[in-house]
């Protein structure tokens, strides 16, 4: 079989590989630019969407600053603010059309097995990312957006992770004993119990970031000088809030950031117990097998997020450590969803006496 251009599905499907792989990548570095620019409050940097004061580019030169003032005077030109975002929209924008360019190719050679469902909704989802992206702009920062477009990076980070473990075919099972493969596979529903719980606690760092109460408490184990200070749970966890004020900075009151800040740091003890004993049971029962070696490699990825979440509050958010923070809690997800695609592997797999 071949297709129009006379490139065969086996010449192809090493080319996809390979673009799937430089899309998670490219995914990782959006990640890690989302995370700075929201970090050095660039959110409202550019007030339009997809441009910048109307450019394609970051305004420059006193007279077309100067236009580009009068055409939106009630958003302040500051260039250091613009370019952080304008690059994260760049490097989005790439990430787009990368996906766009797998999911045509999957579809072409979807009759010789390539994953044409999962990279066109992937593409579909990337539609969907650049919306939130928009309204991010549009809707001034309104929290339930940001949160959101922050949940979709971490989102299509993960799909470009599965559509590169599906090109690479299903070969490669984990191979375990009867006894060990059972005791394993007896845990996929406390593993995915497990992903849920991660990704319940994503949403509320994703929450904790667009109402800015990372820095609402900057003491351990204390907060505020108190093991259970002052909190207005109520307006802190309120998905209503009205559309139309500038979020840029936050609206919440302190007893509300004390709360999601509170929040986040009970789900982070909640998760590490959780999955720690969870990756610690698969590496127990898998012992000595490349299923326990990725399950070393969550564990691992867990201490890590737990160690920057803790050294983000001593040091009071620092720019490297903040954005460290928020790129390993997209590895640690992608650690457990591997986890948990080796498990699945392991279902189909032949069993061995």
């Known amino acids: 079989m071949s297709t129009a251009s006379g490139r065969s599905p086996a010449t ?3 080319r996809l590989r390979r673009a799937a792989l430089s899309a998670l990548v490219l995914a990782t570095i959006v990640i890690l630019l989302g995370a700075w620019t929201r970090l050095v409050d660039a959110g409202l940097g550019c007030p339009d969407w997809p441009g910048c004061y109307g450019h394609l580019t970051v305004p420059g030169g006193e007279e077309t600053i100067a236009k580009a003032q009068a055409r939106f005077p009630e958003a302040p030109f500051d260039a250091s603010k613009g370019w952080p975002e304008m690059i994260h929209r760049y ?5 787009g059309l990368v996906i766009f360019g797998i999911a045509a190719a999957c579809i072409r050679h979807r009759r010789a097995g390539a994953p044409a469902g999962l990279a066109s909704f992937a593409a579909g989802f990337v539609v969907l990312q650049a919306a939130f992206g928009a309204w991010t702009v549009t809707l001034s920062l309104w929290p339930q957006v940001v949160a959101a477009h922050l949940l979709g990076g971490f989102t299509t980070f993960c ?4 559509l590169f473990r599906r090109l690479e075919g299903r070969t490669g099972h984990d191979d375990l004993p009867p006894e060990p493969r059972a005791r394993v596979l007896a845990m996929r529903p406390w593993l995915y119990g497990g992903l849920v719980l991660l990704v319940l606690q994503i949403a509320l760092g994703a929450w904790t970031a667009a109402n800015y109460a990372a820095v609402a408490c900057t003491d351990l184990p204390t907060c505020q000088g108190a093991l259970w200070p002052e909190m207005d749970f109520a307006e802190g966890f309120n998905f209503f ?3 139309g004020p500038n979020y840029l900075g936050g609206q919440l ?4 950031r004390v709360a999601i800040h509170q929040s986040h740091r009970i789900g982070a003890l ?3 117990v959780t ?3 969870l990756f610690l049971a698969v590496i127990r029962r898998a012992r000595g097998s490349a299923l326990a070696g990725a399950a070393g490699a969550g564990l691992a990825l ?3 997020q737990v160690a920057l979440g803790v050294l983000n509050i001593l040091l009071q958010v620092p720019l490297a450590i903040a954005m460290a923070h928020n790129a390993f809690g997209a590895f640690l997800l992608l650690g457990l969803v591997n986890l948990l695609v080796r498990v699945e592997r392991l279902r189909v797999a032949p069993s061995n006496p």
């Open 302 to 304: 867990l201490l890590v």
């Open 270 to 272: 909640v998760v590490l």
């Open 159 to 162: 799909l470009m992770f599965l």
């Open 91 to 95: 490097a989005a924008g790439t990430l």
């Open 275 to 277: 999955l720690g004993t």
């Open 12 to 14: 192809a499907f090493p």
């Open 241 to 243: 809030q009205s559309v």
């Open 253 to 256: 009151g302190n007893d509300a």
